[in-house]
């Protein structure tokens, strides 16, 4: 009986309604809706890390099983109809190791691989966002509300696209966007951002080095109003900020900001500590996730741990890992699974995944410093046949990365970006290094440290290898090499 008198109440108060959301302008209209939206999708995505969470954890203690079971779903590939073995012992004794030139080679007849699609990523791909997402929220509150984030490269850190909630969450900027300078405008245009991303730390190094190099024609970009509102102000705090030099930039330019998100693809160590000594000085750093060519390998659950530090999850990918013996060019017997990784040993990563690679040596060597449930937590240390050797030294990446930056260290100020190393063995010429060297550092300082940072590598060198390396060792301006993004 009361149903009526509440259904005419209503059709009462319909032309009052309808009158005030007429008053209410589209502006107004699209902002409640945005934060709608955005609160219904965090609540999918808070449910969906809490299912995620539940299936690492049983799976972690189960280890064993949970490798059985990834095995069993990677070799379900439609590429690989010889590989008829799915229990991991008679898997491990009848297929031999193989590495990544010759996986090619014999799986796409000298033709490229093709790219690995989101269906084959496997389910550490979405455990890592997902996951990544609701930890980093926990750390950096109010880094995922709405203007809170903005990407600044094409490539995302996060390995798995979410369509939806992931589009609802989105960061500031353009949706689909395939110009890196519409993406740093964006990011410029938003003073109050709480986090930057980008692909990698690498990449994130070019695009502070093409801010200092394009400052002033993005300043008077934001300031014209292309894209968008004219912003004079915001230009001239553009202006400001670049003229007080590198150090500190990220934080005079969004003054909230509070973390850096990055993927983990190996070899970032430097481009970090660069970013963390100059521009993002004072940001903590996050990378959800530490990946390679066949997908995602560890996961970061604790964005406010040290940084590089990943559980391998015995999802798929299969992993196996196979022992580094110190010192030595004699290789293991055989694999360890992940339940016999003991702490403090390095292993090189053995890969099988969804889509091409059969027990695939990556190369990529991992120190085990932690253990969670039954799952060892790792560090990347090295790449595996990165060495240098003109007269038969034979020093390692690692090794020669830990002298270069000793070197580096001597001069108050000056801080490693980036370097490359070849050998040269030009006839006519000693067979030597060619070692260019990317410095922060006054350029006025340039010509005067030449003489002295070929010396202290040498020198450094030296204490470990009983051979003299002979080095042609060329400083370069952080300016040479910036990345142009109006070009």
């Not at 692909?199 to 008077?220: I, K, P, R, S, Y």
């Not at 003299?468 to 060792?473: A, H, K, V, Y």
Request: aromatic share 6%; glycine share 8%.
């Amino acid at each position: 009986m009361l149903l009526w008198p509440l259904l005419l109440l209503l059709l009462l108060l319909l032309p009052t309604l309808a009158l005030l959301m007429q008053q209410r302008s589209q502006d107004a209209r699209l902002s409640w809706l945005a934060g709608l939206q955005h609160r219904v999708a965090w609540g999918a995505l808070v449910w969906a890390a809490t299912w995620q969470r539940w299936r690492l954890e049983q799976s972690t203690l189960h280890v064993h099983e949970s490798q059985q079971q990834a095995l069993r779903w990677c070799l379900q590939g439609a590429q690989r109809p010889h590989c008829s073995f799915t229990d991991i012992s008679t898997f491990r004794n009848h297929l031999p190791l193989t590495k990544a030139s010759q996986t090619q080679e014999e799986e796409s007849g000298e033709q490229p691989l093709p790219p690995t699609s989101n269906q084959d990523l496997g389910e550490a791909s979405l455990q890592a966002t997902v996951l990544g997402l609701v930890a980093l929220n926990k750390a950096y509150p109010e880094v995922l509300a709405q203007g809170g984030t903005a990407r600044l490269t094409l490539t995302s850190p996060w390995p798995q696209p979410l369509p939806w909630p992931g589009n609802t969450l989105d960061r500031v900027g353009t949706r689909g966007t395939e110009d890196p300078r519409a993406l740093l405008l964006d990011a410029l245009r938003s003073p109050g951002l709480r986090a930057l991303e980008a692909g990698t730390a690498v990449e994130l190094l070019d695009v502070f080095l093409g801010l200092e190099a394009d400052g002033e024609e993005l300043a008077g970009a934001i300031a014209a109003g292309n894209p968008g509102a004219p912003l004079p102000e915001r230009a001239a705090e553009l202006r400001e900020a670049l003229e007080q030099g590198p150090r500190g930039l990220a934080l005079r330019l969004w003054p909230k900001l509070q973390v850096v998100v990055t993927l983990d693809a190996g070899g970032q160590a430097e481009a970090v500590a660069a970013l963390g000594a100059l521009w993002c000085q004072g940001l903590a750093f996050f990378s959800p996730a530490y990946a390679a060519s066949g997908g995602v390998l560890g996961l970061n659950l604790q964005p406010e741990q040290p940084y590089g530090l990943y559980l391998l999850p015995p999802g798929a990918p299969f992993i196996e890992l196979l022992p580094v013996k110190e010192g030595t060019q004699e290789e293991a017997a055989s694999t360890l699974l992940l339940t016999e990784a003991q702490q403090g040993k390095e292993y090189e990563l053995v890969l099988t995944d969804h889509a091409s690679l059969t027990r695939c040596r990556l190369g990529d060597v991992v120190r085990v410093v932690g253990v969670y449930n039954q799952c060892p937590v790792v560090r990347f240390i090295y790449r595996l046949g990165q060495t240098l050797s003109v007269r038969g030294e034979d020093i390692g990446e690692d090794l020669f990365s830990e002298a270069l930056g000793r070197a580096v260290g001597q001069w108050p100020g000056a801080k490693l970006l980036d370097h490359g190393c070849v050998e040269s063995s030009i006839l006519g010429e000693l067979p030597h290094w060619l070692l260019p060297t990317i410095l922060g550092l006054p350029f006025n300082f340039y010509l005067l440290c030449q003489g002295t940072a070929r010396k202290e590598v040498t020198l450094s060198l030296l204490y470990h290898s009983y051979k003299s390396p002979s080095l042609r060792l060329t400083l370069i301006h952080p300016a040479a090499v910036s990345t142009h993004f109006l070009s």
